[in-house]
């Protein structure tokens, strides 16, 4: 679920922005910003490397995938997933643009600039501060380190979408005059974290125990996971077909923005992948607790198809993506590759769930 977070805030904010008819090159850098911050909940996870410490140091009683998650309830869906701290980061984050964005331009030789960047620079530390210390009151010193490497990965995000925009903007005026990259404005930057922020928590309610909402303030909302259905294959399976739903959204998001047609670059082959359905016949039906057998080998078959069916050949020519946004090598045949072996993985489920309707049916 960790990549479905990223995928939900990017395309949703790639299509409103879209539709709201930004120029797609300044769409697709937004959503990309977007679907960075809707990750950026799930830095808590690296506590759970603790975990993995433990089980190699220890008699190994534990399986490595049980030690990770034992260590991950510890922290994670906490500090990380509040709504609150959300609405209190995300304006921090635009500061620290703001800031960047004015020491960068000519303000700083005038006074008034200095002061903005100091301002807006001092503004964003006393929002972190004010978030770490609450961190640390509440839940004590793990919850505050944790909430620093949130805030300090964002921070990250923020200058690096900053620094990338404004070097895109400037090699698009190079290349092609009046078709460069806007660089990133500090509210919309603001507003792509705070999406991405809020988005993220709603993903955790299917398959885990749900957030602290409104940490450091205690909350009832939707105090347990939602069950999908009573049996818990089909909860798995339900949530699994939310994920892949959320994947096709993202790659037809991705390919309405740089003008590529998603359904043409895959190769009608990928339908072989069906003959997955058989896996429901000859192996244990999986759940929550026990599902690395089904995800891996049907990711498996979705890599194995798109490998060896995708080919560069096998689609239509489309067109690069925008100068301010140059592609990266074999753009073309990587999307190939990748929309073949997700068709084949959606091939192969649709297969797994028809069998697996058929055996429940017949019991």
């Known amino acids: 679920m960790f990549v479905g977070h990223a995928l939900l805030a990017f395309a949703v904010a790639g299509l409103i922005a879209d539709w709201r008819g930004w120029p797609r090159q300044h769409a697709l850098f937004v959503a990309v910003i977007a679907g ?6 799930d830095i808590d ?4 490397l603790t975990g993995l410490g433990h089980w ?11 030690a ?3 260590a991950s309830r510890t922290v994670h869906r906490s500090v990380t997933h509040s709504l609150l701290v959300g609405a209190v980061a995300a304006p921090a984050f635009g500061l620290v643009a703001f800031a960047m964005r004015t020491r960068a331009s000519d303000r700083p030789r005038r006074p008034i600039g ?3 960047t100091a301002l807006a620079a001092l503004a964003s530390l006393s929002l972190f501060g004010l978030l770490v210390l609450a961190a640390l009151l509440r839940s004590g010193p793990l919850a505050a380190f944790v909430m620093s490497l949130f805030l ?3 921070t990250l995000l923020s200058l690096a979408s900053v620094r990338a925009s404004t070097l895109a903007s400037a090699l698009g005026d190079t290349a092609v005059p009046n078709s460069s990259l806007p660089a990133i404005s500090p509210s919309t930057l603001t507003l792509a974290a705070l999406w991405g922020l809020w988005s993220h928590p709603w993903g955790d309610l299917v398959t885990g125990s749900p957030p602290d909402w409104f940490f450091p303030a205690d909350s009832t909302l939707l105090a347990s996971r939602v069950v999908l259905h009573s049996d818990p294959t089909l909860h798995l399976l339900a949530a699994f077909a939310i994920e892949l739903g959320t994947i096709w959204l993202a790659a037809v998001t991705f390919c309405r923005l740089t003008d590529r047609s998603a359904f043409a670059a895959i190769d ?8 997955y359905g058989l896996a429901a016949v000859v192996t244990t039906p999986p759940t929550l607790d026990v599902s690395y057998h089904f995800v891996f080998s049907i990711l498996s078959v979705g890599l194995l198809s798109g490998i060896t069916l995708g080919s560069p050949v096998s689609a239509a020519r489309h067109p690069r993506l925008q100068p301010a946004l140059p592609s990266l090598p074999r753009t073309e045949s990587l999307l190939v590759t990748a929309l073949t072996g997700l068709a084949a993985i959606t091939s192969a489920f649709l297969a797994y769930v028809i069998v697996y309707l058929s055996l429940l049916g017949s019991v």
């Open 36 to 41: 960075a911050f809707g990750a950026l909940p």
């Open 268 to 275: 009608p082959r990928a339908g072989l992948a069906a003959g």
């Open 152 to 154: 300090g990965t964002g």
């Open 45 to 48: 996870i690296l506590y759970a």
């Open 68 to 70: 990770f998650w034992n």
């Open 56 to 66: 190699l140091l220890a008699d190994g009683a534990l399986g490595a995938p049980t």
């Open 114 to 116: 200095s002061a903005l």
